[in-house]
């Protein structure tokens, strides 16, 4: 089966950077993807990383290593309303289906 | 820009009752997932469908759900007799065929 781990929650304050760290353990890995997701809404797509590197987009960068079986999400220039859950999800070959994390809730404070 | 609709955004019903929670995915995608999520708890894969049949279903997905692809456009989700701890939202997604998974605003279900 598959293993996602991420903390359950984190706090940091208007403008910093904050790193998101996810570690997994799966089988067919086909791809690592970090969803936001404000409460009561659905999942929006912020990331895909299938290679090893750094993808940049915009204020969001992710990070993934295959090889180490881990992934992070960076947030800089952090706003108020960033304020949300990030799910980091393995997507697996076969079914092509996405796992995902507990979810890391994140609090932006002034 | 293209979006999954989902219907009913809100449904109540009575313990035992049959539900159908409907999704019209994106036209050109050929994956298409449902995902429950409990009040409080993680996104929960149910079901991927693949050219018209089930292609993984995980150990939720019981005898009481079904899905189904009854024409060009909507996938649909009943469950047949629910219970209270059917209660949550339920995503509907929609694949191309790699890369981001887009996903529907949810319907939410109370079961009574």
């Known amino acids: 089966g598959q293993n996602i781990d991420q903390p359950t929650e984190m706090t940091a304050t208007e403008g910093a950077i904050v790193q998101i760290n996810c570690t997994y353990q799966?089988?067919?890995?086909?791809?690592l993807f970090w969803y936001q997701q404000h409460a009561g809404e659905a999942p929006t797509f912020l990331s895909y990383?299938?290679?090893?590197g750094l993808e940049e987009k915009g204020r969001f960068s992710s990070f993934l290593s295959r090889s180490k079986g881990y992934s992070y999400l960076l947030l800089k220039e952090l706003q108020m309303k960033d304020s949300a859950s990030y799910l980091c999800?393995?997507?697996?070959?076969?079914?092509?289906?996405?796992?995902f994390g507990t979810g890391t809730q994140l609090k932006v404070e002034l | 820009e293209p979006e999954v609709t989902q219907t009913p955004s809100h449904q109540v019903t009575q313990m035992g009752q049959e539900v159908i929670l409907r999704c019209v995915p994106i036209?050109?995608?050929?994956?298409f997932y449902w995902y429950r999520q409990i009040l409080g708890q993680k996104v929960e894969f149910l079901v991927s469908?693949?050219?018209?049949?089930?292609?993984?279903k995980s150990e939720i997905f019981d005898d009481q759900f079904s899905v189904e692809r009854p024409d060009g456009s909507n996938f649909t989700l009943k469950i047949r007799s629910t219970k209270l701890e059917d209660s949550a939202m339920y995503f509907c997604?929609?694949?191309?065929?790699?890369?981001?998974?887009?996903f529907g605003e949810g319907s939410r279900l109370t079961v009574l």
């Open positions: 999800a393995v997507f697996t070959g076969g079914g092509n289906k996405l796992t």
């Open positions: 799966t089988s067919g890995f086909n791809g």
């Open positions: 990383n299938v290679l090893d």
């Open positions: 036209s050109n995608h050929l994956y």
């Open positions: 469908f693949y050219n018209n049949e089930i292609s993984e």
């Open positions: 997604a929609s694949l191309e065929r790699a890369g981001e998974l887009f």
